[in-house]
């Protein structure tokens, strides 16, 4: 199920920052890019789904980013980060040839193994499917593993999708449902119009509540309404995992910055259960 | 799909399924099976509202028109859901433009006939609004959700 971090070599020292290379820049949208990185040291940073990696910008500071993708060669890394302050607008402004610092692995993982057998719902809003994505690539390097396997993405505007070649690839999949829909369609977009949680009943037909396994990141509310319908479907709590975000600094649940109830989210979370969330979604930033 | 019977197509869509057979026979007799193909209007605003769509099958855009714009999608029904519901409260004239994306099938019901049905059959009628009280509520939520602009840009870091 959700596993605590590997540890490595360089997880021996969580403090220290070790020097990796950007080796593709990819242009997502318009704010948002993924990079994927290749370490200049022998070190192997072997990061799961749903995890996240402090990249550390030199002289600029430090964030927390989630995997996106799985890697194409042992230790290398795949991050989508969206330039929305300071250390991620040096983020995206990165091109192959630059350095970074990258700590970790840190964090919970999706319950990938726990879905074995199961029909998988993934849910994500906006930037939310980054860390989705690399679940999603595991699942379908195991296809057999799973039963149905539905993804269901929100996005702003068409502008918006992220990861639109994959998004080509996989609606031809038989193998895959793949539902998106947009809040604000521009004249061109001829899909499905409206916020995600919409999406969860057109599903219902397509999986076992009991036997589902639904992992959901995106913005919170948008979350807390996805978990109200998932409920609404019969889907149990502890099926229910969302990814949260916070403030995390040093990702080893000294800081506190990230604390939720009980939680620090960099080392309890960022992937939890909704069984143990739920005694604290009455807080108004849950 | 088009040789099904409005009878056979209100027994198997979630709106009307849960019905007594007895009840759907009732209702089957207000309705008629249309077909619409991409971009045909279902329904158009202004235009008197004389009809209650359950969507069978396809993509159907409840849309706007600003000038100067053309239409804005505000939101898409698929098969399973219901379109139109302006026919119930003077002056029953449709607020918005509903158009079919993809090529649609909906069983069409009579306003008229419905209204008259709803009257001499009270617990029919009950049951119905408050299903079409519970799509309109499922709407509004989703409006509201469309409002805030979750996917806008998050805090800074």
Redesign the interface.
Known sequence: MVKPAIATPAATNPFFPLPFLVISRRRETRDTVTLRLRPLSDVRLIAQPGQFMMLSVYGVGEVPISVSGLPRRPGELEHTIRAVGSVTRHLVALHPGDQIGVRGPFGTSWPLQLAHGQDVLLVAGGLGFAPLRSALLAILRERWRYRQVIVLYGARSPADLLYRRDLSRWLQRPDLVLRITVDHPDQYWRGQVGVVPNLIRQMAAFFEPANTVAMICGPEIMMRFTIRELQKHGIPDERIFLSLERNMQCAIGLCGHCQLGPFFLCKDGPVLPYSRLAPFSEIREF | MSDRSVLELLATHPFTADLSEEQQAQLAACARIAHFEPDEYLLREGQPATAFYLIVSG?V?IEVFVPGH?PR????V?G?SAVGWSWMLAPSRWEFDARA?ERTTAVVFDAERLRALFLEDCCLGLRLVQRLLFIIT?RL??AR??L??????????
């Not at chain 2, 805030?148 to 870091?157: F, V």
């Open positions: 993509l855009s053309g999608p505000l939101q898409t698929e399973g994306l499922e939520r989703a959700l469309q805030l602009d979750l996917y806008g840009p998050p805090r800074e870091r």
